[in-house]
């Protein structure tokens, strides 16, 4: 089965060309390596040493698609130029075989060629010096060493530095993919964190605004509707306050106009009344002690709104309770409403809020349940209860 050579690049094609040329120039005008007496000559004359020569350029189309090929059918083409008077073009475009071997080759060739060479130069030197004891055998070595050691190790060392211009542009390419991803994750971490505070700031706000626009419009009250436009107007301009400020922490703004502070467990008794207001009978049970972690007074206070606006929409008569109080390292939040069958909701939501407080809680590395349980009370039943524990120490929250 015939072997299909790759095709040469199209340098290397210049290059043989280039040398074909070169070396035809040098035996156009007569000029060869080595004289015609000398013994080590077989075949005189100036035909002979074409042949090398037209070898030694084939080989040069295979310095990069064939390097170890090139390099051996090369190695063959200049012992054949050795039996001639030989050509210094050939002798040029071995050492480039052997620089390009090196270079383009495998792994394997690269670290072995030097070797090779190199102990060939070593050899070179030693044994024609041990032999005839004459100082200009020493030349013997240095020539072997500018045709084979020299363009190896000029491989050897560019190589090297490709690899580890490659190794470096692939360090910077991985870093620069971390670094996007990175911040893929860090928009879409903010943009999570910007739904959890435009849902908890406004949902309360609308949702009362939608329980009393339709008691307004369903009762025929002149007082009730009246009360019910009063508390649609509180709401709505608390909510566009919150909107406002939402609207200042996403420009950053300085000044007067920046962004007022996150709120903490002293608005707790502000947010009890506002929902008071709207309807909702609640108990406000609370001994949270003081030096609280403000991510941890944030998540308590956004947990406890929540909570409020889901009691709105979906509990039945009875009491709300709101208990915060610290136990081992932790704050513990704990929101119970009437749970009643109620077939649709007071007022319409996106689901989205209990994930939002399970959200909050994980990200302080704590721990989030809410659901249908027995009423330990007297009256027995079921309650809706929401239930937090926040990590307070500073390994927790990180």
């Known amino acids: 089965m015939a072997v299909r050579l790759p095709r040469p690049r199209r340098f290397d094609v210049y290059a043989a060309s280039a040398g074909l040329l070169g070396g035809l120039l040098l035996w156009g005008i007569g000029l060869g390596v080595r004289p015609a007496d000398e013994p080590v000559v077989l075949f005189d004359g100036r035909w002979p040493l074409l042949a090398p020569l037209a070898v030694m350029a084939g080989c040069e189309l295979l310095r990069r698609a064939a390097p170890r090929t090139g390099l051996l059918i ?23 075989l052997i620089y390009a071997a090196v270079l383009y080759g495998p792994p394997a060739s690269a670290r072995r060629i030097p070797w090779i060479t190199g102990l060939l130069t070593v050899a070179s030197t030693l044994v024609p010096f041990a032999v005839w004891r004459v100082p200009e055998t020493l030349l013997v070595g240095v020539a072997v060493g500018v045709v084979s050691f020299a363009p190896a190790s000029t491989g050897l060392i560019v190589r090297n530095h490709r690899e580890a211009a490659d190794a470096a542009l692939l360090r910077a390419e991985q870093t620069a993919l971390l670094a996007e991803m990175d911040r893929a994750q860090a928009v879409t971490a903010e943009r ?44 709505s301009v608390a909510g566009l306050a919150e909107m406002r400020r939402l609207i200042g922490i996403l420009r950053d703004q300085g000044g007067d106009t920046g962004p007022a502070a996150a709120p903490t467990l002293d608005g707790l008794g502000a ?48 009491t709300v309770l709101v208990r915060l109080d610290r136990h081992e390292g932790a704050l ?67």
Request: charge should be negative.
């Open 74 to 96: 090369g190695t063959v083409a200049l012992v054949a130029d050795t039996l001639t008077q030989g050509s210094l073009v050939t002798v040029i475009m071995y050492t480039d």
């Open 192 to 235: 999570s964190r910007m739904a959890r505070e435009l849902h908890d700031m406004v949902a309360n706000h609308l949702s009362a605004i939608a329980i009393h626009s339709t008691a307004a419009l369903s009762l025929d009250d002149a007082a009730t509707t009246r009360q019910a436009l009063g508390v649609i107007r509180e709401n």
């Open 332 to 398: 513990r939040v704990e929101v119970t409403s009437p749970y009643g069958d109620r077939d649709t909701p007071r007022a319409p939501g996106s689901g989205a809020g209990l994930v939002g407080m399970r959200e909050r809680a994980a990200l302080l590395h704590g721990t989030f349940e809410a659901g249908a349980v027995a009423d330990p009370g007297p009256a027995g039943g079921k309650i809706w209860a929401v239930r937090a524990t926040l990590p307070l120490t500073e390994g927790d929250l990180a």
């Open 271 to 318: 947010l009890v009344e506002g929902a008071r207001a709207n309807g909702l009978d609640v108990t406000l049970d609370t001994a949270p002690g003081e030096n609280l972690p403000v991510p941890v007074e944030l998540a308590a206070y956004r947990i406890v709104q929540e909570s409020l606006t889901n009691a709105l929409k979906h509990a039945s008569e009875g």
